[in-house]
C-alpha cells in the first residue's frame, strides 16, 4: 500500500475526508482488497487498543497521596512556597479529599450495599466465559426480579433500558453477570435453552468486536444491533433463542429507584 | 476550543477544591490514558495519576483562569509519569499487571499467547492478538503512543490533543497516522493469516 493510500485510509478512518473524497475511498475500498484488508485490521488494532487499556473508573483521590504538611516534600516545581499559600492548600486538600471520599462511596455502592461488580475483573473472551461459568454452575451474579428493575440495570450500565419479552416455554433466564469481554463493562445475561447454556454478552455498539470462537469449543456467536447495544449470543445452538426476545424501551425515571 | 475547555474559565478549579474533583473526575480517563502511554502499566498509570492530583492539589493557586484544566492536569500527569519511567529505567525489572513493558521485552514470537502464563485459561487467538498489539504500541515512541491512545481510546479532536501534550495539532495527526501503519505493519503478518474460527449470524 502506497503512503498517499495510506494516509487516505487514515483521514477515512478518522472520518476526516470531505464527502465527495470520502464517496471516491469508499469506491477504492470496494476493489482494492488489499486496501479493505488493512482498513479491517486498523479496526482490529484499534478493538484491541479498546479492550487493553479502556481506563478504570475514577476513583477517589487516596489520602496518603495528599500533601503531608509540605506538599511538595517528595516532588517539587522550582517556585518557592508562602505560609499561608500553604495553610489554604492542606485545609483544600482535607475537605477535597472528604468531598470526593463521601461522593465515591456514594457512587461505588449500590442501594443494595455492594461493591462495583466490574472492579477488578479479569479480561475474558466470550468463549472463555461460557467455558468457566459452565464449570462453576452457570449462576448468574444478579437476578432482575422485575421489568423495571432489567431496564434500570441495562440503563446504569450501558446507557439505555432494555426489555426481555415473554419467553416460549424452555427459554429461562437465570439472570445477570458482569465481565471484561467487549470492554471492561460487559452485562451478561446467562439463560438455558432446554437446559443448554446459553450466554448474551450487551455492550455499546462503539465497542463492538466480533468474537473469536474455536472449532473445538463447539459455540457458536449471534449477533444483534437494538439501538445503540450489540449484543451477541453464543452457545452451542445453531440459531438465537434469546436475542429476539430482547428489545429497546425507554427508560422512566420511576424505574431508577426499583 | 472544545466545549470542556470553555467552561473551564472563570469558575474553574483555581481555587475550590470541590471544583478539582469534579474537575478531576471529567478528565481522568484522558489522564489515566497519557499515563499509561508513558509508564506503560495499568496499575502504576492510576498511581501516577494519583500522585498527579495530589501535586496538582497542591498548586490550585498556579491554576490560570480561563486555561483549560485538562490539559493543566496533562501536564502535571506527564511530569510524574516521565519521572516515574526515569526511575524505573534506573531499577528495570519489575512490573504488575497488564504491562506494555512485559510484552516488549518478551515479545510473543509463536503462537503461544502472553496471557496464557498470566491466566492459567487456554485463551482464543484474540488474545494472541491483543498482545502483538501490546508490544507493538510499546515500540512506539511515547507521545506518539500517547497521540495513539487519546484518539483511539478518548476519541479526541487532533486539535484536543494537541492541546494536552504542548505539540502542535499537525504533528498530533502525524504522529497518530505514523503510528497506526507501524502497528498494521506489525500486526499484517498475523491478520492475513486465514486462521479465522467461530461467525456470527
Known amino acids: 500500500m502506497s503512503r498517499d ?46 479492550r487493553a487499556w479502556t481506563a478504570p ?68 473472551s466470550m468463549e472463555m466465559f461460557y467455558r468457566i461459568e459452565t464449570q462453576k454452575g452457570f449462576e448468574p451474579m444478579w437476578v432482575c ?3 423495571q428493575r432489567f431496564a434500570s440495570t441495562f440503563h446504569s450500565a450501558l446507557g439505555q ?8 416455554q424452555g427459554v429461562r433466564m437465570l439472570g445477570l453477570s458482569y465481565s471484561h469481554t467487549l470492554s471492561p463493562r460487559t452485562v451478561c445475561m446467562l439463560a438455558r435453552v432446554n437446559g443448554t447454556p446459553v450466554v448474551v454478552f450487551a455492550d455499546r455498539l462503539e465497542r463492538d468486536t466480533p468474537p473469536v470462537l474455536s472449532a473445538e469449543s463447539g459455540l457458536r456467536a449471534h449477533r444483534r444491533a437494538v439501538g445503540a447495544l450489540v449484543l451477541y449470543e453464543v452457545s452451542p445452538l445453531e ?10 424501551v425507554e427508560m422512566r425515571k420511576e424505574w431508577l429507584d426499583k | ?8 474559565g472563570g469558575t474553574a478549579a483555581s481555587s475550590a477544591p470541590t ?45 490560570k483562569q480561563g486555561t483549560s484544566f485538562r490539559a493543566w492536569m496533562t501536564q502535571m500527569v506527564r511530569f510524574v509519569a516521565l519521572n516515574h519511567a526515569r526511575r524505573l529505567k534506573k531499577r528495570r525489572g519489575e512490573s504488575t499487571g497488564l504491562s506494555m513493558d512485559s510484552l516488549v521485552s518478551h515479545p510473543p514470537t509463536s503462537r503461544q499467547p502472553a496471557t496464557l502464563a498470566r491466566s492459567g485459561d487456554l485463551p482464543p487467538d484474540q488474545a494472541w492478538f491483543d498482545d502483538r498489539v501490546a508490544a507493538a504500541l510499546a515500540s512506539l515512541g511515547e507521545t506518539a503512543r500517547s497521540c495513539l491512545l487519546l484518539r483511539t481510546l478518548e476519541h479526541l479532536e487532533y486539535a484536543e490533543i494537541a492541546e494536552l501534550l504542548g505539540i502542535p495539532e499537525g504533528t498530533a495527526m502525524s504522529h497518530v497516522h505514523r503510528a497506526r501503519a507501524h502497528l498494521r505493519e506489525q500486526l499484517s503478518e498475523h491478520a492475513l493469516a486465514p486462521a479465522r474460527k467461530g461467525q456470527g449470524t
Open chain 1, 5 to 50: 493510500t495510506a494516509s487516505l485510509l487514515d483521514l477515512y478512518l478518522d472520518g476526516l475526508l470531505e464527502p465527495a473524497e470520502s464517496l471516491r475511498f469508499k469506491e477504492q475500498l470496494r476493489g482494492d482488497p488489499l486496501l479493505r484488508s488493512q482498513a479491517e485490521l486498523q479496526r482490529r488494532i484499534d478493538a484491541a487498543i479498546v
Open chain 1, 239 to 248: 440459531s438465537p433463542r434469546v436475542l429476539d426476545f430482547l428489545e429497546q
Open chain 1, 161 to 168: 433500558a432494555m426489555r426481555l419479552r415473554p419467553l416460549p
Open chain 1, 57 to 124: 473508573a475514577a476513583p477517589a483521590l487516596r489520602q496518603q497521596d495528599t500533601p503531608p504538611g509540605n506538599p511538595h516534600s517528595k516532588r517539587t516545581f522550582p517556585r518557592p512556597l508562602q505560609a499561608g499559600w500553604l495553610v489554604r492548600s492542606l485545609y483544600a486538600a482535607i475537605a477535597a479529599l472528604l468531598l470526593i471520599g463521601v461522593g465515591s462511596v456514594w457512587v461505588w455502592m449500590g442501594s443494595s450495599g455492594e461493591a462495583d461488580p466490574y472492579a477488578g475483573l479479569p479480561w475474558r
Open chain 1, 145 to 147: 426480579d422485575t421489568d
Open chain 2, 19 to 63: 471544583e478539582f474533583a469534579a474537575r478531576f473526575r471529567e478528565c481522568y480517563r484522558a489522564l489515566w490514558a497519557v499515563a499509561v502511554a508513558i509508564v506503560r502499566d495499568r496499575t502504576t498509570a492510576e498511581d501516577v495519576v494519583q500522585d498527579a492530583a495530589a501535586l496538582a492539589l497542591g498548586k490550585l493557586d498556579q491554576f
Open chain 2, 1 to 8: 476550543m472544545t466545549q470542556e475547555d470553555q467552561s473551564d
